[in-house]
């Protein structure tokens, strides 16, 4: 029998070593770093190949207009967060916001988590300075811990495993969650009709009405409300950490080709899109449905260049492309790029993240985005892909199930006073629970008007 690491030389899985690693930690345990991979190169994977190819379907049928993509939850994932309320709070966040876009799309939603391993993220410094001292800057739980002291600090490869097993203890919770009728579409619409309850979302009332005349209506007709307990929920994260995902990696038995067990889709970031680079070369290797952050200053040949080479083929659903330009950018920098796709390549998934383009530093000093500026980019997104002609195929969010008060505005209106009653990320701001649900019901209208426009 052939091992992974035999098939692995075949694939030319390692290759990335030999080219330029962008963000990557300084471990300073050579020896701890390689046993820790290698332990985690024998542990069972995190999902199977089965699961991924379901999803590589979906994710064409996004791409095609027949479904859209909602891909939500913490900029950075943390162990000390990953218990069951935290979960199903973003579970039931996730669920939620789903069956409103359900109603506007008339069409299947696909629901992916930023959940189970995004805990790695790329920084803009490798230190920090505080008071005159310097320390490696903090980057995710799965490398080092925020506390500003030397030890915490230290990348230490041990937290490569507990991340694994946090992974692993997340994607099994979030499967009863979605299996075991926690999902049950009666009960998430109870949910909603709780959150119709506060005047602040009366400009919502209409769609909710009509929401809850449709489940009566399928109630009437004598719909199986049994199939709509169990819904499918994918987990995703940046592909960041390439220690941890080349270990992860493992053979589909059946096509005899690797794919990454670390999540069913993987995402290389803005910071790490170089088309030479050995982000893009390890996830050229494997076989998941993969994403790509394209931000203001991608040209429409880089987006070219990165399709040829992490989808040369052309499979649909293979590859989505992620667009986050800002508020600003999207209506003049993404037409370029997505006519000459269109033009020129072959499928692609088109994805807007609305967060990353609109971080601003608010008047008190937190790192901030205006809810306004977030719909104003999937608007514009909306728009984009009207003119040209091609597919607005989901949204991607950084977003909590609780009350945090991270993002300023929505209808119960965060100021700049507010962000410090309750500012909890550690890295990017989320919105809340409510102005996850607002955004839903905005980006609903807009699905709903794309739709009648075509
Ligand atoms: C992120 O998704 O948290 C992130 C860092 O995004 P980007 O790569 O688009 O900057
Ligand atoms: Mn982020």
């Not at 990335?16 to 046993?35: E, G, H, I, S, Y």
């Not at 999803?55 to 162990?79: I, K, M, V, W, Y």
């Not at 899109?273 to 203001?296: E, T």
């Amino acid at each position: 029998m052939t091992s992974v690491n035999d098939e692995a030389q075949l694939a030319g899985l390692d290759n990335f070593r030999n080219l330029q690693a962008d963000q990557q930690p300084t471990w300073p345990d050579a020896k701890k770093l390689a046993d820790t991979v290698d332990l985690l190169g024998k542990v069972a994977p995190l999902v199977i190949p089965q699961e991924t190819e379901t999803l590589t379907q979906r994710l064409a049928a996004a791409g095609r207009g027949e479904a859209f993509l909602l891909q939500g939850g913490d900029c950075a994932e943390t162990f000390a967060e990953a218990h069951a309320d935290r979960i199903r709070n973003k579970m039931r966040t996730i669920l939620q916001m789903a069956v409103v876009l359900t109603h506007g799309a008339s069409m299947p939603i696909v629901k992916m988590g930023r959940m189970a391993g995004q805990y790695a993220k790329p920084r803009s410094s490798a230190e920090e300075t505080r008071d005159g001292v310097t320390l490696p800057v903090y980057r995710g739980d799965m490398v080092n811990e925020f506390a500003f002291t030397e030890q915490a600090r230290t990348p230490n490869p041990d937290r490569l495993f507990q991340g694994y097993s946090i992974a692993a203890a997340t994607a099994n919770i979030v499967r009863a969650f979605t299996t075991g009728g926690y999902a049950d579409l009666r009960q998430v619409h109870e949910w909603n009709k709780g959150f119709m309850e506060n005047p602040a979302y009366k400009r919502y009332e209409s769609t909710a009405v009509e929401i809850d005349r449709a489940i009566r209506f399928m109630d009437a007709c004598g719909a199986d409300f049994d199939q709509l307990r169990t819904v499918e929920f994918f987990v995703s994260h940046e592909a960041l950490l390439l220690d941890y995902e080349r270990a992860m990696v493992r053979m589909n038995p059946i096509s005899g080709t690797p794919y990454d067990s670390s999540g069913h889709f993987l995402w290389i970031g803005e910071r790490t899109r170089k088309i030479d680079g050995a982000h893009v070369d390890f996830l050229s290797r494997v076989s998941n449905p993969i994403g790509v952050k394209l931000g203001p200053t991608t040209s429409p040949d880089d987006a070219l260049r990165l399709q040829e080479k992490l989808n040369p083929e052309g499979v649909e659903g293979r590859l989505t492309f992620i667009t986050r330009m800002g508020t600003a950018n999207i209506r003049t920098v993404l037409p370029n790029i997505v006519e000459k796709i269109h033009r020129e390549g072959s499928p692609v998934t088109w994805v807007t993240d609305p967060m990353h383009g609109n971080t601003i530093t608010s008047a008190t000093g937190y790192k901030t985005r205006r809810f306004d500026d977030v719909l104003d980019e999937v608007r514009g997104f909306f728009e984009v892909h009207s003119a040209v002609g091609s597919v607005p195929g989901g949204l991607h969010v950084e977003l909590t199930g609780d009350d945090v008060t991270e993002v300023l505005g929505g209808s119960e209106e965060i100021s700049d006073e507010g962000l410090a009653k309750r500012y909890e990320t550690l890295v990017d701001p989320r919105l809340n629970h409510q102005q996850s649900l607002e955004m839903a019901f905005q980006v609903a209208e807009m699905l709903q008007e794309f739709r009648s426009n075509r």
